[in-house]
């Protein structure tokens, strides 16, 4: 199975103020298509999560261009550019290269 | 409007079975591959199944083989998992979700399962 490990796992921040968070996965997640299957969410409680970045750097339809998603190898990360007060919840990585499907542990972000 | 919808979750004793049910609407349902995901109480998300576009490939994550089934129904817009010897450790809020080319695109609201006597 690929293990995916986020980091950190709780992250404090203030609004207007950049944010960064970081998921590796066990094995490289290129396919032969060329795509790399790593896909970032956010859920926030109560709701159901809401895809943000698809195969790794792609942002999906609606989401504020201060979400991005960049990697290296098996090293991804989100970043939001300057974090508002409706981007706290928990982010998980989820890599859909090879079944089981698998996330990250999830990282908790909150207004400090 | 691109919508799935669950359905069936509750309350049932260790041991026994639930079927839920997951009906997709705005799109061309026979053309997704669907999955079911699942959250327990304080825990992260977990991918519990997934099935291709016509039945004929489904797949489960380890901890629920030979217990739970995933099974589609084109004609019926619909996506069900069976599940059976239901365990403490199944209660969760379970998610119905489309893959769309590599992410899951569309999430549904959610059905709580409770597995307790």
């Known amino acids: 199975d690929i293990v995916m490990t986020q980091s950190p796992l709780s992250l404090p921040v203030t609004p207007g103020e950049p944010a960064s968070i970081s998921c590796r996965s066990s094995?490289?997640?290129?396919?032969?298509?060329?795509?790399?299957?790593l896909h970032w969410y956010l859920h926030r409680s109560g709701q159901s999560p809401q895809l943000l970045i698809y195969?790794?750097?792609n942002r999906a339809s609606g989401v504020p261009d201060r979400f991005s998603g960049s990697w290296s190898g098996t090293d991804f990360t989100l970043k939001i550019s300057r974090v508002d007060a409706e981007d706290v919840g928990v982010y998980y990585c989820?890599?859909?290269?090879?079944?089981?499907?698998?996330f990250g542990q999830g990282t908790k972000v909150e207004i400090k | 409007e691109v919508q799935v919808v669950e359905s069936g979750g509750g309350l049932v004793q260790p041991g026994g079975s639930l079927r839920l049910s997951c009906a997709a609407s705005?799109?061309?349902?026979?053309?997704?591959?669907m999955n079911w995901v699942r959250q327990a109480p304080g825990k992260g998300l977990e991918w519990v199944a997934n099935?291709?576009?016509?039945?004929?490939?489904?797949d489960h994550v380890d901890s629920v083989k030979g217990r739970f089934t995933i099974s589609r129904d084109n004609a019926k817009r619909s996506v069900y998992l069976q599940m059976n010897s239901l365990r403490g450790e199944d209660t969760a809020v379970y998610y119905c979700?489309?893959?769309?080319?590599?992410?899951?695109?569309?999430w549904g609201p959610g059905t709580m399962v409770t597995v307790s006597s």
């Open positions: 979700a489309r893959i769309d080319n590599g992410p899951v695109d569309i």
């Open positions: 195969l790794a750097s």
């Open positions: 099935i291709n576009t016509d039945g004929s490939q489904k």
């Open positions: 094995q490289s997640l290129l396919y032969s298509d060329g795509y790399t299957y």
């Open positions: 989820m890599q859909t290269l090879q079944t089981p499907v698998t």
């Open positions: 705005g799109f061309t349902f026979s053309s997704y591959w």
